[in-house]
């Protein structure tokens, strides 16, 4: 699992776009089939975040911000809200470092950073790596049992 600069994740699978270019040569159903799996598969990670997320700001608006994609190599969570980096990592504390409101204190949520998205993710990941190891398997089995 990456981390990117925005309030997002990416999961990945290494060999994961050769296994999706075979599928595809085989059955054109296939790769569809098994890309809405891994985003189920992935599922408990955002369901988590946006709990998380809801506990910490109770407007919901963080909560309601983020959102999982298909990608062509896994799935990608995140978030559009612009602050989602300070919810997530800023320590109490923390100030303004550039623009008008430089040196000023940035409201920065209760409890111990990573907050939300990356904290789901860190909870999660052994289950969602078994979920997809698991899908994986199926997904062959089908395929040599037709």
Sequence with gaps: ?????????????????????????????????????????????????????????????????????????????????PGAGTIEFANAGAVYLSGRRRGLPVGVPQGNPPRALVRAVLDNEDAVVDAVETRIEQTIRKYLNG
């Design 1 to 81: 699992m990456a981390f990117t600069h925005g309030g997002g994740v990416r999961i990945e699978a290494k060999g994961l776009q050769e296994t999706i270019k075979a599928l595809r040569s085989i059955n054109k159903e296939l790769p569809r089939e098994f890309k809405k799996g891994l985003k189920q598969d992935a599922k408990p990670i955002i369901t988590d975040a946006r709990n998380n997320a809801q506990s910490i700001a109770r407007t919901g608006a963080y909560a309601s911000s983020m959102a999982m994609r298909t990608i062509s190599n896994g799935i990608r969570i995140q978030s559009t809200d």
